[in-house]
Structures are given as structure tokens and as C-alpha cells.
């Protein structure tokens, strides 16, 4: 069993800032990619940011619409990642969710794993 819980969401006025908590928990032989995802009411899913695994460089991806705002970084223990949030607008209102690539203990395929999401909200 693995799972991923989020903490750390919340609501704040704009320009303010927020730093959201992933850890990964359960029998997790390897963790690869991490990331952030968000979903607005009534939009796709997106993705916010993602982050390498420290083997793999610890490279970074982000949406355009949160470049140079938003900074995703991998924790220690290994199996967390970070979104700090600044400078946050109300168009970041969502509900952010942390995904990551699981190689579980005795198993053959690396699979995503989706933790169940933690609300921003973001007032003008």
C-alpha cells in the first residue's frame, strides 16, 4: 500500500503566500518524479510543477503561470516534496494535488500515485 498525503493549504489574501507538504508513505522501494497539480472548479487538472528525483538531478519543471512565484523542492526524508506559493493571485484557487512516479517494494512497474488534494484559496 502506498500513500501520499498533502498538508498545508489554506485561505489567504493575494500577494500572500503558502507552503504546501507532500509525503509519501507505505512499502516504496524507489520514488522517481514528484510533483503538483491543480484543479479550479469547472477546469482540467494542470500541472503547477514538478521536480527529479536528487539521482536524477533534482531538475525542475514549471507552469508558465507560476514561474518565478511558485519554487517545488524534494525534502528530506527523500519521499517529500514542497510548493512554496508566493505572491499567490486569486486565479491560483484550487484544489493542488501531489502526484509522484512509485516503484513500490517487489514490484516490476513504476506507477503515479495521486494523494487526495488540499484546497487554496486565494481572495482579492
Known amino acids: 500500500q502506498v500513500q501520499l498525503v498533502e498538508s498545508g493549504g489554506g485561505s489567504v489574501q493575494a500577494g500572500g503566500s503558502l507552503r504546501l507538504s507532500c509525503a509519501a508513505s507505505?512499502?516504496?522501494?524507489?520514488?522517481?518524479?514528484m510533483g503538483w497539480y491543480r484543479q479550479a472548479p469547472g477546469k482540467q487538472r494542470e500541472m503547477v510543477a514538478i521536480?527529479?528525483?536528487?539521482?536524477?538531478?533534482?531538475?525542475?519543471n514549471y507552469a508558465d503561470s507560476v514561474q518565478g512565484r511558485f519554487t517545488v523542492s524534494r525534502g528530506n526524508p527523500k519521499n517529500t516534496v514542497y510548493l512554496q506559493m508566493n505572491s499567490l493571485k486569486p486565479e491560483d484557487t484550487a484544489v493542488y494535488y501531489c502526484?509522484?512516479?512509485?516503484?513500490?517494494?517487489?514490484?516490476?512497474?513504476?506507477?503515479?500515485?495521486w494523494g487526495q488534494g488540499t484546497q487554496v484559496f486565494v481572495s482579492s
Open positions: 502526484k509522484a512516479e512509485i516503484l513500490r517494494s517487489g514490484g516490476q512497474r513504476w506507477a503515479d500515485y
Open positions: 507505505g512499502s516504496i522501494f524507489s520514488i522517481n518524479a
Open positions: 521536480i527529479t528525483s536528487i539521482t536524477s538531478g533534482g531538475s525542475t
